[in-house]
């Protein structure tokens, strides 16, 4: 059974440049979570979507955004880059609504870096 | 709201030892609370979870965690630590029933000397 699987693995950007990071969740799961890593801030909550729609959002700027297709694959997308939303990004999928309903297993995430 | 504190940075440990890598929460309601491995430029891999019932729950690579309500603790344990096992462990919470939200500790270095 395949993982969740995070598209692109690594990838540059300029700043004020856009990003869209894919993530396909287990089969069957239909719950999927962002989050981005950095050294400094550690792992924040971005959004979480279920049946597409998005359930839960962080605390995070408008530039922020993201979609769930019927397929449960999600996207999310950075807009206007800045060198500050260099991190990995990590996308989890779990089987339904909440965490007593499966475990929330973790992609390899994308590593993106602003110049 | 919901919180969680790993208070060490780094965690020393010999080969063979014992390890403990600590954690402490702050929920209302009932906790669902997680554990996951981060090894270098990968992805977060689960250990384990407890989400009701026994309080010592047994996960993946003879890890084991000890859930104390009373404490608002959940340890992370190994009777016997191995060098492979020196990665990033992360404690995380569960917001509620109904959301896969996670909300993650600051991490905690764990180094297995040989």
């Known amino acids: 059974k395949a993982g969740v699987t995070q598209t692109p693995r690594y990838l540059i950007k300029t700043r004020g440049q856009q990003v869209t990071l894919s993530c396909s969740p287990i089969?069957?799961?239909?719950?999927v979570s962002w989050y981005q890593q950095t050294p400094g801030q550690g792992l924040q909550f971005l959004f979480e979507?279920?049946?597409?729609?998005?359930?839960n959002k962080g605390n995070f700027p408008g530039r922020f955004s993201g979609r769930q297709f019927s397929n449960s694959r999600s996207e999310m997308n950075v807009s206007t880059l800045e060198l500050g939303d260099s991190a990995l990004y990590l996308c989890?999928?779990?089987?339904?609504?909440?965490?007593?309903?499966?475990?929330?297993?973790f992609g390899e995430g994308s590593w993106l870096t602003v110049v | 709201a919901q919180s969680v504190a790993q208070p060490e940075d780094q965690v020393n440990v010999a080969e063979g030892n014992p390890l403990t890598v600590k954690c402490t929460y702050s929920?209302?309601?009932?906790?669902?609370l997680f554990w996951y491995v981060q090894y270098p430029n990968r992805g977060l891999q689960f250990l384990l979870k407890?989400?009701?019932?026994?309080?010592l729950v047994k996960g993946s690579y003879g890890f084991e965690a000890e859930f104390n309500k009373s404490q608002t603790s959940f340890h992370l344990k190994k009777p016997s630590a191995l060098v492979s096992d020196s990665a990033l462990y992360f404690c995380?919470?569960?917001?509620?029933?109904?959301?896969?939200?996670?909300?993650f500790g600051q991490g905690t270095t764990l180094q297995v000397k040989p």
């Open positions: 089969s069957g799961h239909r719950s």
């Open positions: 989890a999928s779990s089987l339904a609504a909440g965490p007593q309903d499966g475990t929330i297993y």
């Open positions: 929920v209302s309601g009932n906790p669902y």
């Open positions: 407890y989400i009701t019932g026994d309080n």
């Open positions: 979507y279920f049946s597409e729609t998005q359930r």
């Open positions: 995380a919470v569960g917001g509620s029933s109904n959301t896969g939200k996670l909300i």
